[in-house]
C-alpha cells in the first residue's frame, strides 16, 4: 500500500467494499480536489470519512454520493462557507508540483504533434532530435509560462501578467528557434507518428505517477496576526488569483472591505477571517475565464495565420505542417469564442 495520505484514502474506499468501481470513484474526486487546489489532508481525510460511510452501507460510492465531480464541489464549497484553511494554492513550489505539470503538458503537447502528423501524412517519416525533444521543451515553457502569469497576476494585475508573460514568450521562442537550428539535421530513424504518440503515453503515465507517488511538499508555517494592511493585500491576490474576476471588481472588492474598516474600527481579520476564505465567498463569473480563453484562443490563431501567410508568400511548396497548427488553433479559437457566448448568454 502506499504511504501517500490521498492513494491510501482512496484504497481505503476500495477495501470498504472490495469494488473496483469505487476505487475509480475516489480517483476522480481526488483529481477534482487536487486540481481545485485543495490541501492534500483534508482530501485523504474526505476520502477516508467516505470510505467508513460506504462500508457501513454497504452500497456503492456512486449511488450513495453520487458523482464524483459534484460531490468534490459540494464538500470544497462546506470548506470555503466555514472559512476552513482548504487551500493549497499558497504552498511553496514544489518539484513535485512543477515536475507534474511539465510532464502533463509535454504529454499533451505529443499528442498534437499526433493529431499534426495525421494532418500532414507524415507519420512515417523519421523524427529528428529537435522533434523528439520539442515537446519536453514546450511542456516546460508552456508550465514557465503559467507560472509567471500566475505570479504577476496575483502581484499586480490582469494586463501585468499577459505582458510579462509575452515577453517571456518572445525569449523562449528565439531559444526553441536556435535549439531546432542546431538539431534538426539529426535524425533518430523512428517514425515521427510513433514516437509522439509513444512518448505522449509515457509522459502520461510519468506525470501521474508523480502525482500519487511523490511526496507533498511541507506546509508553510502560519504567519501571525495580520494588520489591515497586510489582510487587504492578501484579499486581492487571492480576488485576481481566482481567474474568474476582472481587475477591476477586484479592487472594488478591496475598497469596500477598506472603507468598512474605517467604518466599523475593528480588525479585517477578527470581521471576516482570512483573506482567501473571504475571497471565496464572492460568487464565480463564468464569464470572465471564458472571455480571456477566447481572447488567448483568437490571438494564438492570428498568429498561426500570420506565419501561414508568411510560408504561403515564400512561393515554396505548400506548408502543411503549419496550414496543420493554424487549423488546430483556429478549430480551438471557435470553440472558445462559442463558450463565451453561451456563459455569457447563461448569466444575461
Same mark, same amino acid.
Given at each position: !500500500?502506499?504511504?501517500?495520505? /490521498?492513494?491510501?484514502?482512496?484504497?481505503?474506499?476500495?477495501?470498504?467494499?472490495?469494488?473496483?468501481?469505487?476505487?475509480?470513484?475516489?480517483?476522480?474526486?481526488?483529481?477534482?480536489?487536487? !486540481?481545485?487546489?485543495?490541501?492534500?489532508? +483534508?482530501?485523504?481525510?474526505?476520502?477516508?470519512?467516505?470510505?467508513?460511510?460506504?462500508?457501513?452501507?454497504?452500497?456503492?460510492?456512486?449511488?450513495?454520493?453520487?458523482?464524483?465531480?459534484?460531490?468534490?464541489?459540494?464538500?470544497?464549497?462546506?470548506?470555503?462557507?466555514?472559512?476552513?484553511?482548504?487551500?493549497?494554492?499558497?504552498?511553496?513550489?514544489?518539484?513535485?508540483?512543477?515536475?507534474? !505539470?511539465?510532464?502533463?503538458?509535454?504529454?499533451?503537447?505529443?499528442?498534437?504533434?499526433?493529431?499534426?502528423?495525421?494532418?500532414?501524412?507524415?507519420?512515417?517519416?523519421?523524427?529528428?532530435?529537435?522533434?523528439?525533444?520539442?515537446?519536453?521543451? @514546450? $511542456?516546460?515553457?508552456?508550465?514557465?509560462?503559467?507560472?509567471?502569469?500566475?505570479?504577476?497576476?496575483?502581484?499586480?494585475?490582469?494586463?501585468?501578467?499577459?505582458?510579462?508573460?509575452?515577453?517571456?514568450?518572445?525569449?523562449?521562442? %528565439?531559444?526553441?528557434?536556435?535549439?531546432?537550428?542546431?538539431?534538426? $539535421?539529426?535524425?533518430?530513424?523512428?517514425?515521427? %507518428?510513433?514516437?509522439?504518440?509513444?512518448?505522449?503515453?509515457?509522459?502520461?503515465?510519468?506525470?501521474?505517477?508523480?502525482?500519487?507517488? +511523490?511526496?507533498?511538499?511541507?506546509?508553510?508555517?502560519?504567519? $501571525?496576526?495580520?494588520?489591515?494592511?497586510?489582510? +487587504?493585500?492578501?484579499?486581492?491576490?487571492? @480576488?485576481?488569483?481566482?481567474?474568474? /474576476?476582472?481587475?477591476?471588481?477586484?479592487?472594488?472588492?478591496?475598497?469596500?472591505?477598506?472603507?468598512?474598516?474605517?467604518?466599523? $474600527?475593528?480588525?479585517?481579520?477578527?470581521?471576516?477571517?482570512?483573506?482567501?476564505?473571504?475571497?471565496?465567498?464572492?460568487?464565480?463569473?463564468? *464569464?470572465?475565464?471564458?472571455?480571456?480563453?477566447?481572447?488567448?484562443?483568437?490571438?494564438?490563431?492570428?498568429?498561426?495565420? *500570420?506565419?501561414?501567410?508568411?510560408?504561403?508568400?515564400?512561393?515554396?511548396?505548400?506548408?502543411?505542417?503549419?496550414?496543420?497548427?493554424?487549423?488546430?488553433?483556429?478549430?480551438?479559437?471557435?470553440?472558445?469564442?462559442?463558450?463565451?457566448?453561451?456563459?455569457?448568454?447563461?448569466?444575461?
Amino acid at each position: !500500500m502506499s504511504d501517500t495520505p /490521498i492513494r491510501s484514502a482512496i484504497e481505503a474506499v476500495r477495501a470498504a467494499r472490495g469494488e473496483k468501481a469505487d476505487e475509480a470513484w475516489a480517483e476522480a474526486v481526488s483529481f477534482e480536489l487536487v !486540481m481545485t487546489d485543495v490541501r492534500v489532508e +483534508l482530501v485523504a481525510r474526505a476520502l477516508s470519512e467516505a470510505a467508513e460511510q460506504i462500508a457501513q452501507a454497504d452500497e456503492p460510492a456512486a449511488e450513495l454520493f453520487g458523482d464524483a465531480r459534484e460531490w468534490a464541489a459540494g464538500r470544497r464549497a462546506e470548506w470555503v462557507a466555514d472559512g476552513a484553511d482548504w487551500s493549497d494554492d499558497d504552498e511553496p513550489t514544489s518539484v513535485k508540483g512543477a515536475l507534474f !505539470m511539465v510532464l502533463l503538458a509535454a504529454a499533451g503537447i505529443s499528442l498534437l504533434f499526433v493529431a499534426q502528423t495525421l494532418l500532414t501524412a507524415a507519420w512515417s517519416e523519421e523524427i529528428s532530435l529537435a522533434g523528439a525533444i520539442f515537446p519536453t521543451l @514546450l $511542456g516546460a515553457a508552456t508550465v514557465g509560462a503559467h507560472a509567471l502569469f500566475t505570479r504577476l497576476r496575483e502581484r499586480r494585475s490582469q494586463l501585468a501578467a499577459v505582458a510579462g508573460t509575452a515577453a517571456l514568450l518572445l525569449a523562449v521562442g %528565439g531559444t526553441l528557434t536556435a535549439v531546432a537550428w542546431l538539431s534538426n $539535421g539529426i535524425s533518430l530513424g523512428i517514425a515521427t %507518428g510513433w514516437w509522439h504518440l509513444a512518448a505522449a503515453l509515457v509522459l502520461g503515465i510519468l506525470a501521474f505517477a508523480a502525482l500519487q507517488f +511523490l511526496p507533498a511538499p511541507r506546509r508553510r508555517v502560519a504567519a $501571525g496576526p495580520r494588520d489591515d494592511d497586510a489582510w +487587504l493585500k492578501e484579499l486581492g491576490a487571492s @480576488l485576481r488569483t481566482r481567474g474568474d /474576476i476582472t481587475d477591476h471588481r477586484a479592487n472594488e472588492i478591496v475598497e469596500e472591505a477598506r472603507e468598512h474598516a474605517a467604518d466599523s $474600527g475593528g480588525s479585517l481579520g477578527d470581521e471576516f477571517g482570512t483573506p482567501r476564505a473571504y475571497a471565496a465567498r464572492f460568487a464565480k463569473n463564468p *464569464v470572465v475565464p471564458a472571455r480571456r480563453r477566447a481572447i488567448f484562443s483568437a490571438a494564438l490563431a492570428t498568429v498561426a495565420l *500570420v506565419v501561414l501567410a508568411i510560408d504561403l508568400s515564400d512561393g515554396g511548396d505548400f506548408p502543411y505542417a503549419t496550414f496543420a497548427w493554424f487549423a488546430i488553433l483556429a478549430l480551438n479559437a471557435a470553440l472558445t469564442l462559442a463558450a463565451w457566448r453561451t456563459a455569457a448568454r447563461e448569466r444575461a
